[in-house]
């Protein structure tokens, strides 16, 4: 995808269309931009670079006529050349080797969003992530400043990570949420985004099938259909995933969940269908991927324990991560299983990154044995309750007729079912033409759908509650065309 962040100097005595003609070609020359690649539109070429169409159009007639561009079909522009002269070597065919390598490209609706969460101006209205606001920067001093007596070297780690985090963390599950884990069964993480993807290349079989809830977080990635597996939506219902629609789970299959505040719905298994899961999952030996990145943000009440607290015969390789609740920039995560899984990871993972960083695990080691952690979760627990209930009052305001939606008792997440079928890629497009950014439902699920996943931990709530104003405005034009 051609990218443009240069704008031609206004004070250079050179004309600016040549500027751009320069700038142009070096980036075709460096091969930043390989033969083949499509141009943005001129429209969008004259925003970027900050000037005139009528300059765009004068630089690109003459790199047609120079031959290193070229008109497509449709009014398109691609790189044609890459040589102005025959002398100048040129450079390998990045387009055929980028298309070759096993890994999917993200969704490009993901590839947008990742672009645009970085532009400034922007009302984030679905971002998977604690507020700037909410960031706790008085602690996180604290916690930095008593490290440099504690950390003895900072040398590459075992394959489990920091022992003392190792510790920590298994008398922080026991504690917290009933798991009885010990540290030769916790693996430290770059993020659960690593324990996904070694548990994708290490434990599964091509052409497996991974089950997820339909929708899920994980439908959104490409981690196990780029190791050659499947995924398959099983629905879900109120209280959680409906398993019994499973039909056969073979010798290889895999079952991913969200049970706790489940990523987009919200939904919340219930203590009854988590002993149904189990036994069901049990009996036909499919192990249990369970991701738990949102289960300490509850708001009234303790939601039912992990999955893992009742496995008793090592069925569940649990995931759980410090970016939700804090600080995602940290990039650390735990999986926790049975010893020959958690070896099998670690040693993929030494062969990958040799571990996570060790400052972040020394920083997560003192959060937790000091107590700062759980007295920290408390109050974000209240500003983030707080911040559920202004978003709820904003719905029901703006769209009571348009929508449907759920009233989340933790995490992060509220998920806005609209009524009527409306084009989610126009309202998509539309919105971030408004300023906002959403999070349209169809990227998390296996059938279209119209929802849109909306967040009440990121933006500003005075700034959610315009851009929620707005988008039922032009969600109803919609409807009226
Ligand atoms: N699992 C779920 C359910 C998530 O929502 C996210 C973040 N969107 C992740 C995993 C990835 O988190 P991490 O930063 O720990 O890799």
Redesign the pocket.
Known sequence: MITIDWKPNKQDKTPIYRQIIRYINDKIAAGDWPIGSRLPSQRAMAEAFGVNRSTIVSAMEELISYGILESGFGGGTRVASNTWSLRMSQPPDWNKYIASGPFRANLSTIQTINKMEFEPGYIRIGT?ELSPELYPGRLVSKIFRSMPERIPNLGYLGPLGLPELGKALSAWLKENQGIDADASNIMVTS????G?QLVSVCMLKRGSNVYTEAPS?LKSLQIFQSAGMQLSGVSLDEEGLQYWHIKEASNDALLYT?PTFH?PTGTVMSQVRRKEVMGFCQKQRMPILE?D??GQLWFDEEPPKALKSMDKTGSVIYMG?I??TMA?GL?I?WVVGPEAVVYRLGDVKMQTDYGASSVSQWMMTELITSGDYDIYLQQLRTELKARRDYALAVLEKHFAGLATWNKPEGGFYIWLRLRHKVSMDKVFQDALKAGILLNPGNMYDYAENHAIRLSYAYADPEDLSRALASLAAMIEKHLKR
Not at 191 to 194: A, D
Request: charged share 15%; proline share 6%; glycine share 16%.
């Open positions: 998977g993020g659960s985004l690593q996904l977080y969200i990523n991701d990145a949102y991560t970016s939700k995602p990039r995560g």
